[in-house]
């Protein structure tokens, strides 16, 4: 009895670890790639190359302590302006979630706009243009005065291996000034199908193999 009882013990201890590690890899998957998403107040604006109308601010999303925002002016004539992140690494034919959390005040502009998540990629590994790809979540028109959650979904097309993150505001008309500020950007490189529904039958196996090995 002390022996059968040492076997299902082994048993479901070797299931509990099989299940960690499947859990551990599902973590690795969904790494942020961008280095400073949250824009600290240690690093304000490191890995986002400050671009004219963009400065750090300290209004954070989660009203997070020591942490804040970048905060995207528009006042130009024209009617798209952001900040770019870093030149990141990124695989061919690999699908990525682009997300932010973004912020616009009515009595601080006096423009209407909307605000746009993009990412820029490139057919070699150092962001240089030749040829560049974008897509990204279109023109996101969204509630003034309280944070909202912006995001989607965009593949990395054959033959492309790096990317930049673009954060940018869109002003309806060309005069007066659309404020935005954008918190918590992510870049997700997401599990391919195959490999998720391999891992979900998996765990499935090892969870009844479990209940047979209490049983026994």
């Known amino acids: 009895m002390l022996r059968m009882k040492s076997r299902r013990g ?3 201890i070797a299931v509990v670890a099989t299940l960690l590690m499947l859990l551990v890899a599902s973590d690795a998957r969904a ?5 400073n998403s949250t824009f600290s107040s240690l ?3 490191s890995g986002w190359p400050t671009q004219l109308g963009s400065s750090w601010s300290s209004i954070d999303s989660e009203e997070v302590p020591n942490s804040g925002s970048v905060r995207v002016s528009n006042a130009t004539n024209s009617t798209n302006r952001g900040i770019d992140s870093d030149c990141l690494p990124t695989e061919e034919g690999h699908d990525y979630l682009v997300a932010a959390s973004a912020l616009w005040l009515d009595a601080e502009s006096s423009a209407n706009g909307k605000v746009q998540l993009r990412v820029e990629f490139y057919p070699n590994a150092i962001c240089e243009f030749d040829g560049s790809f974008s897509g990204g979540s279109g023109l996101v028109p969204i509630p003034s005065d309280s944070w909202q959650h912006v995001e989607t979904v965009i593949a990395a097309p054959a033959g492309y291996f790096s990317a930049e993150v673009n954060l940018w505001t869109w002003k309806d008309d060309g005069a007066g000034t659309f404020i935005a500020y954008f918190d918590n ?3 997700v490189s997401l599990p391919e199908p195959d490999a998720t529904v391999l891992g979900i039958g998996a765990v499935a196996a090892l969870v009844r193999l479990a209940a047979v090995k209490g049983r026994a």
Do not use: G
Request: aromatic share 8%; glycine share 0%.
């Open 185 to 187: 950007a992510e870049l």
């Open 31 to 35: 790494q942020n790639l961008l280095p």
């Open 43 to 45: 690093f304000m604006l």
């Open 10 to 12: 082994a048993a479901r």
